[in-house]
């Protein structure tokens, strides 16, 4: 995306390409400041120009998490797409904001991805001993997936190499796409993952660990015509899944209709959410674990988020549209919420998105107090992914949202993809990136507290090894 002279391009993928082989031997290198990754898909001929595109280095929603909050390091560790400062080639960054001093250390480099694409982007978790794993997806099979783990327990200076045979293909290598791996006390990861056919349908898979290194073999568990897109969460022991699905013969850009499904042991079995059993994969639109039927509405549909309430109910966050395209031609884009109150899906909606990728997060602090954070204000490029990040509460389950804050104001680039850490800390609720819509441009990372009071912006050049974010608003 950006122009610099090949001897500059050179020496920048030697340097890169040195990071990546340092990943598993010794200790990884720094960089010097925080920049997001800017990308784009789908070019539009208006003056939208994208499908969705900008600072895209805390995409997309099925990815997750990207942050964790360990009580026991008092740190929220977390990950991102990054880039160099003179390349936009796609670099695994691993780094922790300190609560007890308020600071963040140079962001690690992992590895370089050897792209440009943002749906390659990592995922965090973290095992009972404290050591965190980084999960490297890949988008199809264009490209090898990784999984990586700390040599030490709460430490992001080293990592070593994860080779799993069992996500070993024969033509691609290690290789899924959106991973979104649940670390459980008792039963260790239960990993759900999409799985590319050549004919680049998406497929839903889960493989389960018990240490992170020796994984079962991936099963499917929904193959509905071109695939599916999912969010998914766990409660205790429970892993819960929303997806949609992508018509044949139209593909992704038509996705559609509501499912949710959980697993109680790992996804050897899964349910609905009221215990029927379940007989996997799915194969057809038409099945139990259908919570609501947009295709007959001829809405689209894009899941955001998933958590569960006191009682380990589902409340699931999805965006419904009537088309692909950016502009207004596919208004209303609605925010809408389906919680499970024990005997039906309860459906609601009120909040107005501009664009089909405007993506937020949903917490449930209490079963009367849910917060939404989300980029819900129009930003500098109206009708491009993101814009203001605005904070709203609701206290009757989501029939009623008030906007308690505008987080961001005036600002020069759209803010996107507000993420919610693993077990959230107050001090460090929600965690973006910005990026102007519809041109590359620099990209920086921000998060907030829960109050809303402040917005930090992380250090984008540093010149000590360490740094205190600074107020951005």
């Known amino acids: 995306m950006f122009t610099i002279s090949s001897i500059h391009r050179a020496a920048c993928l030697v340097i890169l390409c040195l990071a990546c082989a340092r990943a598993s031997a010794g200790e990884l290198p720094k960089a010097d400041g925080y920049r997001g990754i800017w990308y784009m898909v789908g070019p539009q001929r208006d003056e939208y120009r994208y499908k969705y595109s900008g600072g895209l280095g805390?995409?997309?929603?099925?990815?997750?998490?990207?942050?964790f909050y360990s009580k026991e390091a008092d740190k929220t560790?977390?990950?991102?797409?990054?880039?160099?400062?003179?390349?936009?080639?796609?670099?695994?960054?691993?780094?922790?904001?300190?609560?007890k001093t308020g600071m963040v250390p140079r962001?690690?480099?992992?590895?370089?991805?050897?792209?440009?694409?943002?749906?390659?982007?990592?995922?965090?978790?973290?095992?009972?001993?404290?050591?965190?794993?980084?999960?490297?997806?890949?988008?199809?099979?264009?490209?090898?997936?990784?999984?990586?783990?700390?040599?030490?327990?709460?430490?992001?200076?080293?990592?070593?190499?994860?080779?799993?045979n069992a996500f070993a293909t024969k033509r691609h290598g290690m290789n899924y796409s959106y991973p979104q791996p649940h670390?459980?006390?008792?039963?260790?990861?239960?990993?759900?993952?999409?799985?590319?056919?050549?004919?680049v349908e998406r497929m839903l898979f889960v493989s389960s660990s018990p240490d992170g290194r020796?994984?079962?073999?991936?099963?499917?568990?929904?193959?509905?015509?071109?695939?599916?897109?999912?969010?998914?969460?766990?409660?205790?022991?429970?892993?819960?899944?929303?997806?949609?699905?992508?018509?044949?013969?139209?593909?992704?850009?038509?996705?559609?209709n509501l499912y949710y499904m959980e697993t109680s042991d790992g996804g050897k079995t899964w349910t609905t959410v009221d215990g029927t059993p379940?007989?996997?994969?799915?194969?057809?639109?038409?099945?139990?674990?259908?919570?609501?039927?947009?295709?007959?509405?001829?809405?689209?549909v894009y899941v955001m988020d998933l958590n569960y309430d006191s009682q380990g109910r589902p409340l699931l966050l999805y965006l419904t549209s009537r088309g692909a395209k950016s502009g207004p031609v596919n208004d209303p884009r609605i925010w809408q919420t389906a919680r499970w109150t024990g005997e039906n899906w309860d459906i609601q909606g009120s909040i107005?998105?501009?664009?089909?990728?405007?993506?937020?997060?949903?917490?449930?602090?209490?079963?009367?107090?849910?917060?939404?954070?989300?980029?819900?204000?129009?930003?500098?490029?109206?009708?491009?992914?993101?814009?203001?990040?605005?904070?709203?509460?609701?206290?009757d389950q989501g029939k009623l949202w008030t906007k308690v804050k505008q987080l961001t104001h005036g600002s020069k680039f759209n803010h996107t993809y507000c993420r919610r850490p693993v077990n959230a800390h107050p001090d460090f609720y929600a965690f973006w990136a910005d990026g102007h819509g519809r041109k590359p441009s620099e990209s920086r990372l921000y998060f907030t507290n829960r109050d809303g009071d402040h917005?930090?912006?992380?250090?984008?050049?540093?010149?000590?090894?360490?740094?205190?974010?600074e107020i951005a608003w």
């Open 58 to 67: 805390t995409y997309c929603a099925h990815h997750r998490p990207l942050a």
């Open 77 to 99: 560790f977390f990950c991102y797409g990054g880039t160099a400062r003179k390349t936009n080639t796609l670099l695994h960054m691993v780094s922790y904001y300190d609560h």
């Open 107 to 164: 962001p690690r480099i992992l590895m370089d991805k050897k792209t440009r694409d943002a749906h390659d982007n990592p995922v965090i978790s973290m095992d009972n001993t404290g050591h965190l794993w980084i999960f490297s997806g890949s988008h199809g099979t264009q490209r090898p997936s990784y999984i990586w783990v700390g040599k030490k327990p709460y430490d992001i200076d080293e990592f070593d190499q994860v080779n799993v």
């Open 183 to 199: 670390y459980l006390l008792e039963k260790g990861f239960c990993f759900l993952m999409t799985r590319y056919t050549d004919a």
């Open 214 to 256: 020796t994984w079962t073999i991936p099963k499917p568990f929904a193959t509905i015509e071109m695939g599916q897109y999912q969010v998914s969460e766990h409660f205790g022991e429970k892993v819960g899944t929303c997806f949609n699905f992508h018509p044949r013969p139209q593909g992704a850009d038509w996705r559609t």
């Open 278 to 300: 379940l007989e996997t994969p799915l194969t057809s639109k038409s099945n139990p674990a259908l919570v609501h039927d947009y295709q007959a509405e001829k809405r689209l």
């Open 352 to 395: 107005h998105a501009d664009n089909n990728y405007d993506t937020g997060s949903i917490y449930i602090e209490k079963d009367d107090l849910w917060r939404f954070i989300a980029p819900s204000e129009a930003g500098p490029q109206p009708y491009n992914p993101g814009g203001e990040v605005v904070m709203w509460i609701s206290r």
């Open 455 to 469: 917005v930090w912006r992380l250090p984008v050049k540093m010149k000590d090894e360490t740094a205190k974010p």
